[in-house]
């Protein structure tokens, strides 16, 4: 599509990292709000979110790098161009769940409160997030002969050019974009703490696991399914997991504290 949104001189914006940006300030603006009715004062939120992004980015990068090491073994200064985009979602979700959960560990913060909030708050910042790929070109589907299949044209886009393609892509951000509505609605209607976060554990995989097989760039893989598939079926079955143990507390965890 449009993997330079603007260059003039020595200035160069990337639209992937720009929408990427919008998706995370978006997300941090829902959480606030979310946080202040249930008594979590905003600061708080900014730190989380600070830290939240900061290892999503090193997680992402790193789990890409890893799928495609072959190239990066040749091309070992391209490992930090980020701009361009090769983010792998779970390698972010992974590190950023792990920092965040260690934090509000330590300050003894309530780890499933802060959780449902995060979880429409992660599913509209990737919504928001897959146009980025989709300008990037990133993230592409395989052979579409659909009437809606995408056809990239800018040399600068990490897809083929001048076929068509499934609008992976569009897929994401519409499966994300109805995630982030149902979680947003069911967190003002939950029976028990947790309960948003263990849907996003249920319903994200389902729908990452179907979408990806309509994708076409190197994903890595072992057997039938790629890395992210594998990686779909642990978090869903964490997700089972999860439901059974807070269901079995059988009530609220106490509220957070704001710092």
Known sequence: MHPVLIKWGGLTIHTYGLLVAIGFLMAMIYAVQAGK???LAPDLIYDLFFYALLFAIIGARILYVLINSSYYRSHPLEILYIWQGGLVFYGGFLAAVAA???KLRIHHLAVM???DIAAPALALAQAIGRLGCLAAGCCYG???GLPFALI???PASLA???VALHPTQIYHAVANGLLFVILAWHRHHRSFVGQSAVLYLLLYPVGRFTIEFFRGDQRGGWW???TSQWISVVLFL???ALLVALKGFGKPEPPAHGA
């Open 37 to 39: 009715k249930e008594g």
């Open 160 to 162: 083929p050019l001048h």
């Open 224 to 226: 039938l399914f790629s």
């Open 142 to 144: 395989g052979h579409c």
């Open 238 to 240: 964490c997700g089972l």
């Open 100 to 102: 965040v959960y260690i």
């Open 152 to 154: 990239f044209s800018d």
């Open 113 to 115: 409160q802060v959780a």
